[in-house]
């Protein structure tokens, strides 16, 4: 057995013992009765390796306690079932999709070990089958997605925001005022779905065309979702056409058109992708970035708009020494 292995057999031993009695367990009996720790080669190493294996367990989010007597000297150790034990869970698919989105979300910051553990805790928790229906892809937040927090913020408090947001029709940038209802995430982008009080309908904005800061206002709404408004039922930006294509890609590489693949086929030195992206000059610009990468098969008149991108970045820097 290696010996990390024995390790992780060890901390759910030590678990196991402090969470089966109501008082405390004396660092004696810990040594004595869970395997691995009486094998230590004296007092000073078992006390080094039960302070580890405490530090491990607390910050997995287990609550050891240590238990003191009235002149303050430690008694013992013990897990409180109360503090730890989760109570029966009932969560739906929609609640169950939204904690593994949530923890998708959050993979690559600072609480992705947090947020993992606690995704893990639930699943234990849970009896039903915790795969979320129809949670397909990875989420991701990037630079271009920093008015999320704000956006959350005001739908939290039922707030109405501003913000200046460019379309892919427009030149400029145009002042929004918006009672945000909800945000969703769609072929690894996010979307803010919200009345625009300007134009009074229900519009859907790509978070990463919004420009500069949100503004939260301190008044409320004036028009908040209904009870029975479902997110999930809104329909993409209707200002951003999409665009599908057919790329082969070379082997672990292409990563951001890996991201837009509806369907994946392994090929010979790579994989055929069937690409979905909103926005057809968006697709363009990926393919280009690729390089050598990718290659477009279909359709013709992207395949034609990518050459005429390639020939005219070539063009451009054509006075470049090489």
Known sequence: MSERVDRTERLLNLVMCLMATHGAVSRSDIQRQIPGYGDSASATAFERMFERDKDELRSMGI?????????????????????YVLEDLDLTVAERSAIAVAAQVWATAAIGPVAGTAVRKLEAADSDDWAPAQLTGSVQVTSADAALLPLMSAIRGDHTVTFAYR????????????????LRA??????????????????TYRVSR?????TVAAKSRPHPPADDFDISATERPDDEPGARATVQVATGRAASLRRLAATTTAVTDGDRLDVVAYSRDGLVSLLCAAGADAQVLVPADIVADVLASLHAIRDAHSDVAP
Do not use: K, M, N
């Open 63 to 83: 609550p050891i306690e240590t238990v003191t007597d009235v002149s303050g000297d430690v008694q013992g150790y013990r897990i409180p079932r109360e503090s």
């Open 186 to 203: 769609s072929s690894g982008r996010w979307f803010l779905v919200g009345f625009d009080e300007q134009r009074e309908a229900l519009r």
């Open 167 to 182: 379309a892919p029709t427009d030149p400029e940038s145009r002042q929004r005022e918006v009672s945000p209802w909800g």
């Open 210 to 214: 919004i420009v500069g800061p949100v």
